[in-house]
Nanobody, 115 residues
Framework: QVQLVESGGGLVQAGGSLRLSCAAS????????MGWYRRAPGKQRELVAR???????NYADSVNGRFTISRDNAKNTVFLQMNSLKPEDTAVYYC?????????WGQGTQVTVSS
């Protein structure tokens, strides 16, 4: 059973930074891709950033240039560095991992950006 545990969320002022971490219970090198999604109040869940096993990344247009996804295979952890945060970035952020046809999710971590 794969477990993903997010951490690093919190309350920050607009313009500030946060770094989210997603620790996996096993080797993340077995995942074809890992990513971060978010769900804001009243909105659908959306992809924020994704990184493949080869290190390729893609980002939502709304965060491109402000957020950076990275992975540390030795620590079985994926990170999301979030800079220049905006109030519209407020959401619950979820870690996601794909292995073959299976998708795994973390429990989520709240990010709140005050104006």
């Amino acid at each position: 059973q794969v477990q993903l545990v997010e951490s690093g969320g919190g309350l920050v002022q607009a313009g500030g930074s946060l770094r989210l971490s997603c620790a996996a219970s096993g080797s993340i090198s077995s995942f074809s891709a890992m990513g971060w999604y978010r769900r804001a109040p009243g909105k659908q869940r959306e992809l924020v950033a994704r990184i493949t096993g080869s290190g390729s990344t893609n980002y939502a247009d709304s965060v491109n240039g402000r957020f950076t996804i990275s992975r540390d295979n030795a620590k079985n952890t994926v990170f999301l560095q979030m800079n220049s945060l905006k109030p519209e970035d407020t959401a619950v952020y979820y870690c996601n991992a794909i292995r073959v046809t299976l998708a795994y999710w973390g429990q989520g971590t709240q990010v709140t950006v005050s104006s």
